[in-house]
């Protein structure tokens, strides 16, 4: 276990709990370590830490316009890159069809998140159906294909050379966010029987992300059964069960739902708003400068940013202070909403991410000037 330097206090005017009852007239800011699970501290600004006239150099904040990507690719591998690092790479896959042949990640386990479209995997055990907000957790060196009934835009998140992790989830208990029972996996049912012949099948390999092609005179995909706690699973964002507070705004760690060991995978979902009249009910400014925050946003209306749309992706690299947008910010304390109605999915990592060309040509450069007043 890491002991760190541990010394809690209060120092001129402050509030004695986080994210409420704030000095009137100021704005808190959290410096944080281990991703809001580490020593932190909490100022009270006499002016919102984002309200910059001007920002120079290599440390900036980005927003990549995903929806241009309209390219679609018949492989996941050759789904474009958009960032990555030693230890994830995360891509978009448009998909218009049916893969033609089958794929295999011997680099990683793959997160696939569907972020539109409806139809059919089938891999080493058995048949699933997928659809817009699953989440697909694909084990390394699993053998599968997707059929598509509706076009297929998913985000594919590879933790390299490591295995996806549930987080522990604590004094919630091991049913919170969601119930492991809830974790769908793959049938041999009649589609998976069905789909099996004597064909010409090619398997693409991805290893150190270059690929190999083998070719069976058979489909692979032939398993009669099996048994054991190895296997594609899926859950839907929709079947997460946000924990929150009425009187306290919980960090985004919270919302955690995998995890690898240099990276986290968080949701948000909609919860309501907190209620206690002295709970901040938007997103604290702060500096989680421990990681990396990448977040795309699946659908709704994302409270805390201003001009952001669904399949859009947004980088704060470690370093850089954020937090509301100037309209949300105005609502810290008063929501004339009831609830969030925000779908995104968050992965932070510990290392930082490297921007690759497909999201360089689409990144919205003006996204550094949105937190000035009045944009
Ligand atoms: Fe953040």
Redesign the pocket.
Same mark, same amino acid.
């Given at each position: 276990m890491k002991r760190y330097v541990h010394f809690p206090r209060v120092e001129g005017q402050a509030s004695r709990q986080a994210h409420a009852d704030l000095p009137q007239g100021t704005y808190e800011r959290e410096i944080s370590k281990e991703g809001f699970f580490g020593p932190a501290a909490h100022l009270y600004h006499r002016h919102p830490p984002t309200g910059w006239v001007d920002f120079e150099g290599p440390l900036r904040p980005h927003a990549f316009d995903c929806t241009q990507l309209v390219a679609t690719q018949q492989s996941p591998w050759d789904a474009p890159e958009l960032l990555c690092n030693a230890s994830v790479r995360v891509r978009q896959w448009r998909l218009a069809g049916d893969m033609p042949s089958l794929a295999r990640n011997a680099d990683g386990d793959e997160l696939l998140f569907v972020h539109a479209g409806r139809g059919e995997l089938f891999c080493d055990y058995g048949h699933l159906a997928f659809e817009s907000g699953d989440y697909l957790l694909i084990p390394r060196g699993t053998l599968w294909r997707v059929t598509c009934t509706e076009p297929l835009q998913a985000l594919l998140i590879e933790a390299t050379n490591n295995s996806y992790r549930l987080p522990d989830k604590g004094l919630l208990g091991p049913h919170a966010l969601f119930d492991a029972a809830m974790l769908d996996t793959p049938r041999i049912d009649e589609a998976f029987l069905g789909q099996q012949d004597d064909a010409q099948w090619r398997v693409s390999i991805k290893r150190r992300n270059a690929i190999s092609t083998v070719t069976y005179p058979f489909n692979p995909l032939d398993a009669v059964g099996w048994h054991g706690d190895l296997s594609v699973v899926r859950i839907n964002l929709r079947d997460l069960r946000p924990v929150m507070s009425h009187r306290y705004h919980l960090p @985004?760690s919270a919302h955690t739902t995998f995890l690898a060991d240099r990276f986290v995978v968080c949701s948000f979902v909609p919860r309501p708003f907190e209620t206690d009249p002295g709970a901040m009910k938007v @997103?604290f400014f %702060?500096n989680?400068d421990d990681y990396d925050?990448l977040i795309f946003y699946h659908a709704g209306n994302f409270f805390s940013r201003d001009n952001i749309h669904p399949g859009m992706m947004t980088l %704060?690299p470690g370093g850089f202070t954020?937090g509301p947008h100037p309209k949300a910010l105005r609502n810290v304390f008063q929501q004339s909403k009831p609830a969030t109605d925000e779908y995104a999915v968050m992965i932070d990592t510990r290392d930082a991410l490297d921007i690759c060309p497909a999201a360089a040509g689409v990144e919205w450069t003006g996204y550094v000037d949105s937190w000035k007043s009045g944009t």
């Open positions: @985004p @997103p %702060h989680n925050e %704060h954020h």
